[in-house]
């Protein structure tokens, strides 16, 4: 079983929808990241968190340290949010421990 | 501010070069990363280190090398390429806050296609 589990591994929707990507782990740790690769490959740092809530712009991200789950929301989901979002772990040996990423399309 | 540079963006290589890729970071970051990305799979650490001069081995780390002789770079080198790390490389930064919480920082990647 791996100690970082994202739903779904593949996401299909439309413009405008109210998306959820979500992740589990089992594993104790100090921060959980999400990030996001665009289709030209690039990563980029979406959050880090530790305990809460985080917003920025359309994104939120929520995370339930008891229940060891996060979310990523994204509001009014745009084509251009396509992209394949990762969320990561870090644990008790500061190592990040990834998911296998949920890849989401947006249509227009 | 350049952040996490990776040279070269793309590389072919024959089986049994070698070659070094290069990471740099201009953050001041203790911790660096090498992983590579293969098609269906999350990331996988390859290398990292802790600080300048110090290195140690992730989770892939068999056929490559790295250093960390300057805090800013760190070095992964492949000795005798095979077709098996054909892959993408990303490298990454990261700073510890407080109780070990780490932002990381990527760099854009580097395509590495062994023939």
């Known amino acids: 079983k791996n100690e970082v589990e994202q739903s779904p591994q593949n996401l299909t929707a439309q413009e405008g929808e109210f998306i959820t990507i979500n992740c589990s782990y089992s594993?104790?740790?100090?921060?959980l990241h999400w990030l996001q690769q665009h289709p030209g490959g690039g990563i980029v740092s979406l959050f880090m968190?530790?305990?809460?809530?985080k917003k920025h712009g359309r994104l939120i991200a929520t995370i339930n340290i008891q229940e060891k789950h996060s979310s990523l929301h994204i509001t009014a989901s745009h084509p251009r949010d396509s992209a394949v979002y990762i969320c990561a772990v870090r644990d008790s040996n500061y190592q990040l421990i990834w998911g296998a990423g949920t890849k989401l399309i947006i249509k227009p | 501010n350049a952040g996490v540079t990776q040279t070269p963006k793309f590389r072919v290589l024959k089986t049994g070069q070698s070659m070094t890729l290069l990471c740099a970071q201009d953050m001041n970051h203790e911790y660096m990363y090498w992983y590579r990305q293969d098609p269906g799979m999350g990331l996988r650490l390859i290398h990292y280190s802790v600080g300048e001069g110090t290195t140690a081995k992730g989770e892939v780390p068999d056929g490559y090398n790295v250093s960390r002789l300057k805090k800013q770079n760190f070095l992964l080198g492949l000795e005798s390429a095979a077709p098996s790390q054909t892959s993408v490389y990303f490298c990454?930064?990261?700073?510890?806050?407080?109780?070990?919480?780490?932002?990381?920082?990527f760099g854009q990647g580097t395509r590495l296609t062994v023939v």
């Open positions: 990454a930064s990261s700073y510890i806050l407080g109780q070990g919480y780490t932002e990381a920082f």
């Open positions: 594993v104790g740790i100090s921060a």
């Open positions: 968190l530790s305990s809460g809530k």
